[in-house]
């Protein structure tokens, strides 16, 4: 195996979604706005390509939040790499502003999220995962202004080894599945939806299953009721059925960056207010006029006498096995009884996400990473961990930190002011650190002098 070793330096970024392509852009906006050397960055991302959740980019399926809520412009209205910026590179601007709506499809945003990130792809490299971060060999703790990152080339290639004085870890979240279930070519996760969907000839799903109350088990509903008008499409649900999510003006302001300060500055008990109260903007919810569009599809077919669509409420999947080709699911009730089984062709879990935990990643380095009381890693403001005085260098964390900062730890809504207080933040320890040598070596002239 061979290994190549990498200059240093200033920031490396793990992963290059669209929090870390924020984070790019706005280093590369302060390079353009800066007379002395720029700050030098690089990110590594285990994908082949860029992508964003490019499985759930079901036709018509619009994003959640405002374009204005794009990867810049609530920290630089006047940024080159704006949503707006966008539709007029593409000549779309007038015909966007006709349909008098702030939300657009999904598709469309990971268009833009394309176009921004081909302005930024000589600082990423591709098929690259990093598979260690440590100190430097040799090292003292407490004297090492790097780390070392081991990344490996996921098509086979070299090791590189990259020393980095701050890295920022961006790695996205996990697919989460019930306990014992299993994926395979009939068992899917919402993240692998499209891929799996392209593999199967739809003629041989008869029956199929979604898991889930959210908006991705909604729209997965709803796009096979479309697709497979020959089949039977149940919805599983543990709720009695599906939940509005609560987009009204007060509600949103809980996504505002002023309640990042309110939230990580709030007592415990005003946490837990927050999430009280405002769970329901983002999880476990659904867009009204998806719920209604279900809802209307379920009346027509009661009218009809021609029933596609079953609802299985207050249920939860308590196993699934192989039956042939297709799979025998096995429902347990909350209203109790025995485990009713269900047989389909393929059943998908729209069951969400595991938080991002760096634990695993920081290896003998997390052991310099201060925890609370219930044993997560403390952050501070600015996103960064906190850790003992033996590790100087500078981690942070693009998720990962609903516990610290709220609602907005790895949303869209305020990508753009988060990555600028990193950049912020890695800019100031930098003019620090080379402000410390600056000044000894200006008092060490004067002695001279003397």
């Not at 390509?49 to 609530?74: C, E, Y």
């Not at 305020?414 to 100031?428: H, K, M, P």
């Amino acid at each position: 195996m061979s290994v190549h070793e990498d200059p240093t330096y200033d920031v490396v970024g793990i992963g290059f979604g669209p929090s870390n392509l924020s984070l790019s852009i706005s280093l590369e906006e302060h390079r353009a706005n800066v007379l002395t050397d720029p700050v030098k960055a690089a990110f590594f991302e285990r994908q082949p390509s860029f992508g964003w959740h490019r499985n759930m980019l079901l036709p018509s399926a619009t994003m959640q939040i405002s374009f204005l809520k794009d990867l810049v412009t609530f920290r630089n209205p006047a940024s080159r790499f704006s949503y707006v910026s966008f539709l007029h590179a593409k000549g779309r601007l007038a015909q966007f502003v006709n349909r008098k709506d702030f939300f657009p499809t999904r598709q469309e945003f990971h268009q833009y999220l394309e176009w921004a990130e081909s302005s930024m792809s000589n600082v990423v490299t591709y098929s690259s995962a990093v598979s260690a971060i440590r100190l430097p060999p040799g090292d003292v703790p407490g004297t090492s202004e790097h780390l070392q990152l081991e990344i490996r080339d996921t098509a086979g290639g070299a090791t590189r080894l990259v020393n980095a004085r701050n890295v920022v870890i961006s790695t996205g979240l996990q697919p989460r599945m019930p306990d014992g279930v299993v994926r395979d070519e009939r068992v899917w996760h919402s993240s692998e939806f499209l891929d799996r969907w392209g593999r199967v000839e739809p003629e041989e799903l008869k029956s199929v299953a979604v898991v889930g109350a959210g908006q991705s088990a909604a729209e997965i509903t709803k796009f096979f009721h479309e697709r497979l008008p020959h089949a039977q499409v149940h919805a599983i649900l543990p709720s009695y059925g599906y939940s509005v999510a609560d987009d009204t003006p007060f509600a949103n302001q809980v996504f505002d960056a002023d309640a990042v300060d309110d939230y990580y500055d709030g007592a415990e008990s005003a946490r837990d207010a927050f999430w009280r109260y405002h769970r329901n903007t983002n999880y476990g919810v659904v867009d009204d006029a998806d719920i209604r569009y279900l809802y209307q599809v379920t009346y027509d077919e009661d009218v009809a006498e021609a029933k596609r669509l079953h609802y299985h409420n207050l249920s939860k999947v308590q196993s699934v096995e192989v039956d042939g080709r297709g799979r025998k699911v096995f429902l347990k009730s909350l209203r109790g009884g025995k485990p009713q089984p269900l047989d389909v062709d393929a059943i998908v879990f729209a069951t969400g996400y595991a938080g991002m935990d760096p634990t695993h990643l920081l290896g003998d380095l997390d052991r310099y990473c201060l925890r609370d009381e219930a044993g997560r890693h403390r952050v501070e403001r600015n996103y960064r961990l906190v850790t003992t005085p033996e590790l100087t260098c500078g981690i942070y964390l693009q998720g990962g930190t609903e516990h610290t900062h709220g609602l907005t730890s790895s949303l869209l809504s305020n990508i753009a002011v988060r990555s600028g207080e990193i950049a912020d933040s890695i800019i100031q320890r930098r003019a620090e650190r080379e402000l410390v040598p600056a000044v000894a070596g200006r008092l060490e002239a004067g002695e001279k002098r003397l």
